[in-house]
Each structure stands twice: as structure tokens, then as C-alpha cells.
């Protein structure tokens, strides 16, 4: 079982530069999502989606943009890459039906991508 | 905004010792999440207690929730090497579907 696949692993851009970061899951959840790690900040999320088509934003959605084509994918796209978003990337996803029936569902992380900006 | 936050930011402590995290939030819950981050890697979800729950078990591992103080701690007993990590708890706010609120986490350390 793959669970949640991101890539790459490690990025360098140079400011203004544009970037697709990866997400895939192969346990059909229905809700995905982006947060970004920085020291002492904890994890914030980015955006998220509740199945294919269906978009929103989270807390620090500035920057980024996402699209959801299919269940599995989750994009996260930097259409102009700043200093100010080097940070670690976290794609998680969740059955939203469990959190229907049950109030909450853990979520499933991938590894992460490493992001820097010069 | 981050909702709540965790204390202590670090704990270190022997092996065979017990470690014990807090966590605090302000606003309603549906449920609240306690996930662990071993240095360089992804989020481990360790446990998850509902709004209608106070107490939860998993192996090492006791969860309490107190939704009067808004309050939640983590406590691991018999301590090992390999539990060193960072620990976080995620909130799970009510009407917020799936989004998870992190806090800044714990780091904890487990000397031998």
C-alpha cells in the first residue's frame, strides 16, 4: 500500500520561478489537503478539497493554487515562487465519509517536499 | 491563527520515565488528534478522542480530554529511545469538517 505519495522529495527555485508539488493517494478518500511546516509554526493548511472538483481555501492560501481533477490527485501549484514560501509541504488526506459517520477521521500524511527559494 | 497551544515546547527525559503533553484550544471541538513527526518525516497519527469522550487508551499511550478547561494532554508511560519526537495535537473544530487545526507541537527526547 502506497497511502500518500508526494514529489519530489527536495526543490530549489529561484524567486518568480513557478512549480507543480505532487500529491497522490491510492485509498480513495474523498477529502485531501496542503499545510506547510515551518519552525515554530506548526503545520498551517494551505488549501483543501472534499472530492473531485471541489476546492477551498485554508488558512494561508496566498500563493497557491490547487485543483482537483480526479480523487486520487491534489496539486499544488506556486505560479510565482517568493522567499517567503520555503517550507516544508505536507499533503494529507482523510475518508470524508468516516467524519460523516463518526465526527472526525485521522489524517494520512505523505513524506513531505522540502521547498527552497533563493 | 493557531488554536491553542502545547506545552512544554520541549521535554526531555530517561527511559522508563513517564512524558506527559498538553494541549489547549479556544474554541468548540468535534474531536482532537494527537499525531507524532519523527525528525525528517511525515505525520503518524497516534489517537483520536471525540468531543464525548474524556479518556482514551492505545498500548503506551493515554489520551484525556477535559472540553470544560478546553484541554487536552498525552501522556506516554515506560518512555524508549525511540519514542524521541515531535508530538502534535490537531483539533478537529466543530462545523470544520476534516481540517485539522495543528498546534506548534512538543519535542520530546528520550535519553538512554
Known amino acids: 500500500n502506497a497511502g500518500v505519495t508526494q514529489t519530489p522529495k527536495f526543490q530549489v527555485l529561484k524567486t518568480g520561478q513557478s512549480m507543480t508539488l505532487q500529491c497522490a493517494q491510492d485509498?480513495?478518500?474523498?477529502?485531501m489537503s496542503w499545510y506547510r511546516q515551518d519552525p515554530g509554526m506548526g503545520l498551517r493548511l494551505i488549501h483543501y478539497?472534499?472530492?473531485?472538483?471541489?476546492?477551498d481555501q485554508g488558512e494561508v492560501p496566498n500563493g497557491y493554487n490547487v485543483s482537483r481533477s480526479t480523487t486520487e490527485d491534489f496539486p499544488l501549484r506556486l505560479l510565482s515562487a517568493a522567499p517567503s514560501q520555503t517550507s516544508v509541504y505536507f499533503c494529507a488526506s482523510s475518508s470524508q465519509r468516516g467524519a460523516v459517520l463518526s465526527g472526525g477521521e485521522k489524517l494520512f500524511f505523505g513524506s513531505g517536499t522540502q521547498l527552497s527559494v533563493l | 491563527s493557531q488554536q491553542g497551544e502545547e506545552d512544554p515546547q520541549a521535554l526531555s527525559i530517561q527511559e522508563g520515565e513517564n512524558a506527559t503533553m498538553n494541549c489547549s484550544y479556544k474554541t468548540s471541538i468535534n474531536n482532537l488528534q494527537w499525531y507524532r513527526q519523527n525528525s525528517g518525516r511525515g505525520l503518524v497519527h497516534l489517537i483520536l478522542?471525540?468531543?464525548?469522550?474524556r479518556e482514551k487508551h492505545s498500548g503506551r499511550l493515554r489520551v484525556t480530554l477535559d472540553t470544560s478547561k478546553k484541554s487536552s494532554s498525552l501522556l506516554i508511560t515506560a518512555s524508549r529511545a525511540a519514542d524521541t519526537a515531535s508530538y502534535f495535537c490537531?483539533?478537529?473544530?466543530?462545523?470544520?469538517?476534516?481540517?485539522?487545526?495543528f498546534g506548534t507541537g512538543t519535542q520530546l527526547k528520550v535519553e538512554l
Open positions: 478539497s472534499v472530492g473531485a472538483g471541489i476546492t
Open positions: 490537531a483539533k478537529g473544530l466543530t462545523g470544520g469538517g476534516n481540517k485539522l487545526t
Open positions: 485509498m480513495n478518500h474523498e477529502y
Open positions: 478522542i471525540r468531543s464525548n469522550e
